[in-house]
């Protein structure tokens, strides 16, 4: 059977972990070879394994996003072994939850750290795989969140939320800009997905987790392979007039 994805070459950042390693894992289930980018750098190397021994083709590469430099050179050592990415997925992210008003050094520590991964993060790695997502046509998948559009109190920083609005503003002027060379740029937003990301807050605070369960239609949490069909849809030609949209994945939390 032929997959929504042969002949695509994927890179998925932050793919060590959670939804990254899930969409890496569908993906390469679609036929894409994928290069599964992470900070860490036996994460990224274990969801390659298990790619490879899934019968999938996949490479890994220690990327911590925040670094401008290496972004490029990993970028071109993609282009050189496996060939022109077609598919950027930018995932990496991190969250912390302190409040505005917490402790200035720790409120400070983390709009510094949040930003420069899921921010500026995302500018390098597409900046670094620019002119091969233009020489392929390609397609690049933002994870934005419910926090694209607000601020949930789960609890959780001003740092997060903001970075998360930035995520869907850079997709909608990465659209309108590259539609011109063929490039879609689109985004997901996912609802309380059950990721290391959001562990301890699972496991201290159940009560703060049910109100968030019962503002969602569907009344349960997410598990990262419920953002892999929605990561394949924009990856793959079945979005192909689909460019600048976010698409929720979130129970319809956002919908109520
Ligand atoms: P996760 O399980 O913690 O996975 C994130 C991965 O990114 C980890 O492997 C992490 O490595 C890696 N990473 C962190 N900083 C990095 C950096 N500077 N460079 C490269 N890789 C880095 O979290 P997740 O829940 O799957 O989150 C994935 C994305 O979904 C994030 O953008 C997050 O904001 C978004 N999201 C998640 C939820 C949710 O409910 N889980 C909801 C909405 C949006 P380490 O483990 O070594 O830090």
Redesign the pocket.
Known sequence: MTGLLEQHIAVV??G?????RAIALGYAREGAHVAV????AD?AAATAKAITGARGEASSLQ????EREKCREVATQIGATMGKVSILVN?????RRNAFTADREAVIKDWQDIMA??LN?VFNVTHAFLEQLRATRGRIVN?G??QSFMHVRTPNSPAYTTSKHGVLGFTRALAAELGKDGVRVNAIG????E????EKVRATNPDLVKMFMDHTPLGRTGK?EDIVGPAIFLACDLSAYVTGSIVMADGGYRSI
């Open positions: 950042t932050g060590g972990s959670g939804i990254g980018l992470d900070a860490d994460a990327l911590d996003v925040t995932n990496a992210g991190i969250n991964v899921n993060g994870i969140s419910i996912p609802g309380f997905i990721t290391p990301l959001n990262p």
